[in-house]
């Protein structure tokens, strides 16, 4: 059974910088497109970036689009979130996602099929 693990949440003042991590345990992420999303409190969960399964393709909400970087690391069987000039709209949790086998990019939650738990982030000053 996949499992999807977030980590590098955290608290972090407006401009500063995190990088979110999702790794998988249990089955391979290649061929799948990864993608992030973010749920704010009383918000509903929010699409952020994918990046396709052949790592040629990557795609942001406009919100973030300039400060935000997805990757991706097959043979760490990892993604990563790089987060550049936070500011105190981007507090959510956050979200990595697993997309059907060779399913290109979309940022609706409803097509993704394996989740993870979730890491804070928190902007504040």
């Known amino acids: 059974q996949l499992q999807l693990v977030e980590s590098g949440g955290g608290l972090v003042q407006p401009g500063g910088s995190l990088r979110l991590s999702c790794a998988a345990s249990?089955?391979?992420?290649?061929?799948?497109?990864i993608g992030w999303f973010r749920q704010a409190p009383g918000k509903e969960r929010a699409g952020v970036s994918c990046i396709s399964w052949s790592d040629d393709n990557s795609y942001y909400a406009d919100s973030v689009k300039g400060r935000f970087t997805i990757s991706r690391d097959n043979a760490k069987n990892t993604v990563y979130l790089q987060m550049n000039g936070l500011k105190p709209e981007d507090t959510a949790v956050y979200y990595c996602a697993r997309l059907g086998l060779f399913r290109p990019c979309v940022l609706f939650d409803y097509e993704y099929d394996y989740w993870g738990q979730g890491t804070q982030v928190t902007v504040s000053s």
């Open positions: 249990g089955g391979s992420l290649d061929y799948y497109a």
